[in-house]
């Protein structure tokens, strides 16, 4: 949220985290047009690398698996019928 903050605000935009957050999961061309639904396409690609950028010069070091992902990793890929529910 706070690498789009900063990206929107550097190209004019500024929006509450809230309003941002709101649209995480999407990808960087649907955000975009969720909070700037006129937006060029060219401008809507600069702002998702603008995010990407500042993504990785600012926040991807701080990522840290939580605890037991490892294994649940690997369970996703040996065992994938025991993450399912069982009816």
Same mark, same amino acid.
């Given at each position: 949220v706070l690498a789009w903050a900063e990206a929107f605000h550097a190209a004019g935009h500024d929006f509450r985290l809230s309003d941002l957050h709101a649209h995480i999961g999407k990808g960087a061309d649907n955000y975009v047009?969720? =909070? =700037?639904?006129?937006?060029?396409?060219?401008?809507?690609?600069? =702002?998702?690398?603008?995010?990407?950028?500042l993504f990785k010069q600012h926040y991807f070091h701080r990522l840290k698996p939580f605890p037991g992902a490892r294994d649940l990793l690997r369970r996703c890929f040996t065992e994938p019928e025991s993450l399912t529910p069982r009816r």
């Open positions: 047009r969720a =909070l =700037l639904p006129s937006v060029s396409e060219e401008q809507a690609e600069a =702002l998702g690398k603008a995010h990407g950028r």
